[in-house]
């Protein structure tokens, strides 16, 4: 077993600001997450009775910042991990969580609010423009060039990444209108996760790149 690497004062110190930073910001999520699903369940039962829905911008506003401080933390834990935090591992596992719970608030909050409710109840969703974007976005996403925006780069990647994983449970025949088209789409969404996987890769690789340029 490696023996933990031994940290400067500057290194120490950087380590106590990330981690004050990173309780700081889980607790914010929490309020944000506690807060969005309350006022979720208010308009959900406003919902069943026909009424006017209250909270949409409300949830927006909170939803939207919560998915900001999970960059921010997503990008901490990286820091905490290279700083061999003894506790890394659980504060990742626990703001996986707390992303989890957000992706699932964002699910309802689209379900809810969203402009045209489908009489089949098994609502088909636009699933070629939504990959398309993806796509896109995925392609057009710069590396670098030092580590800093590298570091930025792999929190945001890891955002996208699990927003494409939770595709994988909602891609079924019964969203797509045939057969045929949920191939097509299965094929396109395979092709979205591999593009994905070389981008966190190739990430990986430019922050080993701009480390040891650092060194040198």
Known sequence: MSSPVKLSKAQAQDLAVV????????????????????????????????????????????????????KNLFMDVDKAKRLQHPQANEIEKDVKNLHDRWVKDCSI??????????????????????????????KSDAYGPNLPDVEKQIAE?????????????????????????YAALKDKYDKLCELSQQRRAHLARCTSACRAAGRS
């Not at 914010?28 to 309350?38: D, F, S």
């Not at 990647?157 to 045939?178: G, R, W």
């Open 19 to 70: 981690i004050s930073r990173m309780q700081k910001g889980a607790d914010q999520v929490e309020k944000n997450i506690l807060a969005a699903e309350y006022h979720l369940g208010v308009d959900t039962e406003r919902d069943g009775k026909k009424q006017t829905l209250l909270h949409q911008r409300e949830n927006a506003d909170i939803l939207s910042e919560a998915e900001g401080l999970l």
């Open 109 to 138: 909050y689209r379900d809810l609010y969203s402009q045209v409710k489908a009489l089949d109840p098994k609502q088909k969703i636009d699933w070629g423009p939504l990959l398309d974007d993806k796509m896109r976005q995925l």
């Open 157 to 181: 990647h890891n955002i996208l990444h699990q927003e494409i994983e939770a595709y994988k449970d909602q891609l079924e025949p019964s969203t797509t209108t045939s057969k045929e088209q």
